[in-house]
């Protein structure tokens, strides 16, 4: 696989133009007043509302939880514990320059500059996330994780490495991209060794899924790139299956760009005999 160098993303189209029909809830480009607050519209399969609506009843941007839907579920395993000295001190020094306001992000304001948005979605320690930074200076990066120690591991690293071009945020990243991104406002999203849930009854909980790939693709701008690596082979089939199903992507299986360090994971899985799968998903 190439790496990923990417130009200025351009403006795309309607992101819920000429998909496929679908009875559970879709992308929509925007609100009726022309904010991206609208982003989950439609109804769910049992004939109830979408998950997610336009604007809040008071007018503010952001989206209103308006009905359960199976597709809507956590895509991560909550960790409960008590944080660090370390993990404290190192998000009570960092934390405050580097994460990125509440509300609709606005890219220009936050990195001082316009140039191409790419977002990390579980980022753990942030080697990867680093690493994009320093090798693409000329782009702009937003990690995002739920899990504070490896946040705050970013947080030091990046100081360290003196990058600048990186913010991060704590959350949900599906809510990130359904409440706060706008369309076509992404020229990359990075997903690096998500939880496979090998289970059945917890597939469903995998990242990559209709409604997520529906935000994903929304989000990003025409001709933006999806990145997927894992070492599951059930989560392969899985992410290529679905991105297949999906409809709007262009997909190719290639091999892991030069950029992208190889974290202790990753060195176990293949020691293991783990095979590393790396997926280039370009929205059309």
């Not at 992308?27 to 809040?56: F, L, N, P």
């Not at 490896?150 to 409440?179: I, M, P, Q, S, Y």
């Amino acid at each position: 696989m190439d790496d990923v160098a990417l130009g200025a993303p351009p403006a795309g189209p309607d992101p819920s133009a000429g998909r496929r029909p679908s009875a559970r809830p879709v992308v929509s480009g925007a609100a009726a007043d022309g904010s991206a607050g609208s982003v989950v519209s439609g109804a769910a399969a049992d004939g109830s509302a979408g998950v997610v609506s336009g604007a809040a009843a008071d007018g503010s941007a952001g989206a209103v939880v308006s009905a359960p839907h199976p597709d809507w579920v956590r895509s991560y395993a909550a960790r409960r514990g008590r944080r660090s000295a370390l993990t404290e001190e190192r998000l009570a020094r960092f934390l405050p320059s580097r994460r990125i306001p509440s509300g609709p992000l606005d890219a220009t304001a936050v990195f001082g500059r316009s140039a191409p948005l790419v977002l990390e979605v579980g980022c753990g320690h942030g080697a990867a996330a680093v690493a994009y930074a320093i090798a693409f200076p000329s782009q702009d990066v937003l990690a995002v994780d739920v899990h504070t120690p490896g946040v705050a591991r970013l947080l030091a690293a990046a100081d360290a490495a003196g990058v600048a071009n990186l913010r991060v945020e704590l959350g949900d990243a599906v809510h990130l991209l359904a409440d706060r991104l706008a369309p076509a406002s992404l020229a990359a999203v990075h997903l690096f060794f998500p939880d496979p849930w090998p289970k059945a009854k917890h597939a469903k909980r995998r990242f990559v899924r209709p409604l997520t790939l529906d935000l994903v693709h929304s989000r990003l701008a025409e001709g933006g790139i999806l990145l997927v690596a894992t070492d599951d082979d059930g989560y392969a089939e899985h992410t290529l299956a679905e991105l297949a199903a999906h409809g709007g992507f262009d997909v190719v299986v290639g091999d892991r760009p030069s950029w992208r360090p190889e974290d202790g994971f990753e060195a176990k899985g293949r020691a293991a005999g783990r095979t590393v799968t790396e997926v280039r998903a370009t929205r059309r």
